[in-house]
T-cell receptor, first 112, second 113 residues
Framework: GQNIDQPTEMTATEGAIVQINCTYQTSGFNGLFWYQQHAGEAPTFLSYNVLDGLEEKGRFSSFLSRSKGYSYLLLKELQMKDSASYLC?????????????FGTGTKLQVIP | DAMVIQNPRYQVTQFGKPVTLSCSQTLNHNVMYWYQQKSSQAPKLLFHYYDKDFNNEADTPDNFQSRRPNTSFCFLDIRSPGLGDAAMYLCATSRGQGARTQYFGPGTRLLVL
């Protein structure tokens, strides 16, 4: 089975930087995803890591350490529209298929 | 624009009355997924199709079935909805199982009365 842990809620100030952590335990690891989900909407893709290190894309960066089972999503220059849930998802090889399991998400509130 | 479309966006059904949710895609992706997401919970994978190859998650209730008549369309059938089946149902697609991302449709919110 799998276990994915992320903080339930976080609050940060507009213009600041926030780091959302995700730890996981799985066998057959084959990639980690971060998605953003606004209330009542579908998840939208933010980033993908399969090798150790940092992936940067504009204001968003994601880091992965496979040996530690750890990832973080870094959001810079926070904007009010960044208030959303951020879902960490892990893909693993299972029985000839590749399956993605989502964490319960971190609800980020950006305050003025 | 290429996209994933789900109809309807909102569906109301009665307890025990069969309901079908639909998903279509113009991305020509060979993998399609159905997720169930309840309030404040993670999306939970129900099943997926890899081309015509159907894979059911072990804990997906028998009440849930799926059909994929062609590459573009996939249906979720709930044979006898219970109150606990009220949720957002998300369809997603990917180009291969090892793709960098899944593309999600807007979801169908199901209400069971």
């Amino acid at each position: 089975g799998q276990n994915i842990d992320q903080p339930t809620e976080m609050t940060a100030t507009e213009g600041a930087i926030v780091q959302i952590n995700c730890t996981y335990q799985t066998s057959g690891f084959n990639g980690l995803f971060w998605y953003q989900q606004h209330a009542g909407e579908a998840p939208t893709f933010l980033s993908y890591n399969v090798l150790d290190g940092l992936e940067e894309k504009g204001r968003f960066s994601s880091f992965l350490s496979r040996s530690k089972g750890y990832s973080y999503l870094l959001l810079k220059e926070l904007q009010m529209k960044d208030s959303a849930s951020y879902l960490c998802a892990v893909r693993r090889n299972s029985g000839g298929y590749q399956k993605v399991t989502f964490g319960t998400g971190t609800k980020l509130q950006v305050i003025p | 624009d290429a996209m994933v479309i789900q109809n309807p966006r909102y569906q109301v059904t009665q307890f025990g009355k069969p309901v079908t949710l639909s998903c279509s895609q113009t991305l020509n992706h060979n993998v399609m997924y159905w997720y169930q997401q309840k309030s404040s919970q993670a999306p939970k994978l129900l099943f997926h199709y890899y081309d015509k190859d159907f894979n059911n998650e072990a804990d997906t209730p028998d009440n849930f079935q799926s059909r994929r008549p062609n590459t573009s369309f996939c249906f979720l059938d709930i044979r006898s909805p219970g109150l606990g089946d009220a949720a957002m149902y998300l369809c997603a697609t990917s180009r291969g199982q090892g793709a960098r991302t899944q593309y999600f449709g807007p979801g169908t919110r199901l209400l069971v009365l």
